[in-house]
């Protein structure tokens, strides 16, 4: 499949680096029910599985089951786990991953469209309405997907980052590329959901 005829040039996909810090919270066997209390206490509601919410000035998603990922703008080392694997002693486990993901923000038209040349879910806005996120191989890639109100959030390994993004800008670019400086999850949690 190629791109429409007639695109080129048109900015029809804008590309991004998205800073955060990212932790994943599990619960432990019989501990969900502490650790969304244990969430609530840090003013974070946990969200249902497949599913990504706007959380303070992030978000919280979750593509496996009673895992989710907390996403915030970068803070200093240890200074944005650390309160987490306080908060969820006894009921869950914290890992700080933001060293080890990677963030890609795609917006525009052609955005679901240039996506699909290489990812496994169908991204009908129908299907994979806002608030929607999945866990999913994109051009041979993990990514972990969440639809924002401004386009898609993409999370990938760290080790496949560089090659990713690549990927991305090579294949956005018959549909118009137009590179973005960097963005944070603060930026984009300040969209409103529908």
């Known amino acids: 499949m190629s791109a429409p005829e007639g695109s080129a040039g048109v900015a029809g996909v804008r590309l991004a680096a998205c800073a955060t810090d990212t932790v994943e ?21 946990l969200c249902a599985f497949g599913r990504i919410v706007a959380a303070n000035d992030g ?20 200074a944005f786990p650390g309160p987490w694997e306080i908060a969820v002693r006894g009921c869950g486990a914290a890992v700080d991953l933001s060293a080890a993901l990677s963030a890609f923000h795609l917006s525009g038209a052609a955005v679901r469209e240039m996506l699909a040349r290489g990812c496994r879910l169908d991204l009908d806005p129908e299907l994979f309405a806002i608030g ?14 969440a639809a924002l109100p401004s386009g898609l959030l993409l999370l990938t390994p760290a080790s496949t980052a560089r090659h990713f993004r690549e990927w991305l ?14 963005v944070t999850v603060a930026h984009l949690r300040a969209e409103r959901f529908s």
């Open 25 to 45: 919270i599990a619960a432990l066997p019989r501990g969900a029910s502490a650790l969304t209390h244990a969430a609530a206490a840090r003013g974070v509601s």
């Open 59 to 78: 978000f919280v998603l979750s593509v496996r089951p009673e895992r989710w990922l907390i996403l915030a703008p970068p803070a200093a080392p240890g």
């Open 132 to 145: 929607s996120a999945a866990a999913t191989v994109v051009a041979q890639v993990s990514v972990t997907l």
């Open 169 to 182: 800008a090579a294949t956005a670019k018959p549909f118009g590329l137009m590179p973005r400086p960097g």
